[in-house]
């Protein structure tokens, strides 16, 4: 069983904690006994690398990720299992980000730390704003890249697709859903019969947000991600 928290926000979230740094999410992973984690910030891979480096020197797995938002203000999460991908895929989200210049006293900080939680640079552009893309196509270009898309907090009122669209659209491409609470939306059973993959995570913007052994992948699963 391979413990996990695939959605946790780093102080380059300007709605994150300033100590979301990587040196403490990563040991606060570890604390709580997780095996695999995802630094998932909104809208940029900026801070990727290091904490990636900081797993591999701990002994923790590690997925490339972001959590980024369609025009409709749907939240996809995207994840990759290579930095040369996560590159590439920045490279597209940076042209589709609408600009808008981040107001840390209102939004908060958009810190980038390298892996001794020095801060290396801020972002200027809010990455609160949304990309100027669909949701069907933010999607399918994470599949282009090489990326899995998971559509996030599913069943939670802000920026959920159920909340934000009403539905599932039918043609739609996504790889899984992340839930809340499993029992509460209402596409449960056709999703589980598609074998979408079906994660929970915390959500993190605070440290003692970080989930504890509460979610877990088989490893056959885990092992069958990038397939
Ligand atoms: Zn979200
Ligand atoms: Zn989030």
Redesign the pocket.
């Known amino acids: 069983m391979i413990y996990y928290d695939l959605h946790i926000h780093s102080c380059l979230s300007p709605c994150a904690d300033d100590d979301m740094t990587p040196n403490n999410i990563v040991n606060m992973a570890l604390l709580n006994g997780l095996k695999l984690i995802s630094v998932t910030d909104h809208n940029s891979f900026l801070q990727q690398e290091s904490v990636a480096q900081l797993c591999a020197s701990k002994g923790l797995l590690y997925l490339y990720g972001a959590?980024l938002t369609s025009k409709e203000e749907v939240?996809v999460l995207a994840y990759f299992n290579s930095l040369e991908k996560v590159f590439n895929f920045s490279l597209f989200i940076d042209e589709h980000l609408i600009k808008i210049l981040n107001k840390p006293k209102y939004f908060g900080h958009q810190y980038v730390r390298d892996n001794d939680d020095n801060i290396i640079k801020e972002e200027a552009r809010l990455l609160l704003s949304t990309l100027d893309l669909s949701i069907e196509d933010l999607t399918m270009a994470i599949k282009d890249y090489g990326g899995l898309s998971v559509l996030?907090?599913i069943d939670r009122s802000?920026?959920g697709i159920l909340n934000r669209l009403g539905f599932i659209p039918r043609n739609l491409y996504f790889d899984g859903i992340e839930y809340c609470h499993k029992e509460h939306f209402s596409d449960y059973q056709k999703l589980k019969a598609a074998k979408k993959l079906f994660l929970r995570s915390s959500?993190a913007h605070r440290l003692i947000d970080i989930a504890e052994q509460e979610n877990y992948l088989d490893a056959e699963i885990w092992e069958g991600l990038f397939r």
Do not use: G, L, Q, W
């Open positions: 959590e939240h996030a907090h802000a920026n959500d």
